[in-house]
């Protein structure tokens, strides 16, 4: 376990977590975040926050040469398809440069990384399902381009200065903190809406499938992931529509409200499911928590979150 660790995107909904499973190791900890999506009430209190853009390598490199970090786990980004196709160019300099300065930053100190990228915005709609990490990569949106060239970065630059850096392809992540008002993240946004009793758009008429993992379980993996060279698809391999989710979420809620149903929205797929058995092989990691037991201790932390607010 490492000493001392930088969480990049330590604000965020998964980052959160991170840190929170470092800490609780015994790790020191500091989170590098802009607060762009993040929120500052999200880390724990023994954790130091910088609030600065990945962007920006000065102000990285203070922080990297004040931490001296043993590992870095490296999940700030712009995260969010829609806003992808919005702002192209954005996306590309957050996801893509802020990688590439990240690595940086870790590879004066020798740290490797662990980069979380996403394997439901990758593998494109004609994959094979389950997808393995063998498919070659054809995104639909700017997000899964600029994510798939960060990859290219940290391959590069692990076999360049022989650092064993982590990429981590993420399933659809659902749990506690996640946050209803982005454009993604279903859990969160029907959660929201069950609570308030309002009806949700349910895009591709609730057909497109997923394949959702709980934030839990994809820490173990990204903790598990230190040091590893590889790229791992992180998910439970198992797929499961969006109607399904929103059903399993009203019966938790014990509300009745009727969904609307929309198009899909551009840059997305139909469907996706991810064949983790390389993550099992190598990291000796498995999900554990099934999607109906992880939905109800999802919706009621949740609930809880959105009476605090
Ligand atoms: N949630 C998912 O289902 C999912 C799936 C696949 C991959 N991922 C990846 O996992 C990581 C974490 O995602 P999340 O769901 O926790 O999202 P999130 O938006 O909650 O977290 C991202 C964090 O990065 C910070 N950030 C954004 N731009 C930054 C910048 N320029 N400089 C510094 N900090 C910046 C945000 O403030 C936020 O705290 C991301 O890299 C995302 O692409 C998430």
Request: contains cysteine; hydrophobic residues 40%.
């Amino acid at each position: 376990m490492s000493q001392s660790a930088i969480v990049t995107g330590g604000a965020g909904f998964i980052g959160s977590h991170v840190v929170d499973a470092l800490l609780a190791a015994g790790s020191s900890v500091t989170v590098i975040d802009d607060l762009s999506t993040g929120e500052a009430g999200r880390v724990a209190a023994a954790a130091q926050l910088h609030e600065l853009d990945i962007v920006d390598l000065p102000a990285l490199m203070a922080v990297a040469e004040e931490v001296k970090p043993d590992a870095v786990y490296h999940l700030a980004a712009q995260a969010c398809v829609v806003a992808s196709v919005e702002d192209p160019g954005r996306d590309c300099e957050v996801n893509v440069r802020g990688t590439l300065n990240v690595l940086e930053a870790a590879g004066r100190f020798g740290a490797p990384v662990v980069f979380t990228s996403t394997g439901g915005a990758l593998y494109g709609d004609e994959a094979p399902m389950p997808t393995n990490e063998e498919r070659a990569p054809a995104p639909l949106s700017p997000y899964g381009a600029s994510k798939w060239a960060a990859e290219a970065y940290v391959k590069t630059w692990s076999l360049s200065s022989g650092i064993p850096h982590a990429v981590c392809r993420l399933g659809n992540v659902y749990g506690p903190r996640q946050s209803p008002h982005g454009e993604a993240g279903v859990v969160a946004i029907f959660s929201n809406h069950l609570h308030e009793g309002r009806a949700p758009r349910l895009f591709g008429q609730g057909k497109p499938t997923r394949d959702y993992v709980y934030v839990e379980d994809v820490v173990r993996a990204l903790l598990a992931a230190t040091g590893k060279r590889g790229t791992y698809n992180i998910a439970t391999g198992v797929e499961t529509d969006v109607m399904t989710i929103w059903n399993e979420l009203r019966e938790a809620a014990g509300v009745d409200v009727e969904p609307e149903l929309a198009e899909l929205r551009p840059g997305e797929l139909q469907h996706s499911c991810l064949d983790i058995s390389l993550a099992g092989r190598e990291l000796g990691w498995r999900p554990e928590v099934p999607i109906a037991e992880g939905l109800r201790k999802t919706y009621a932390a949740l609930v809880e979150e959105f009476e605090r607010a």
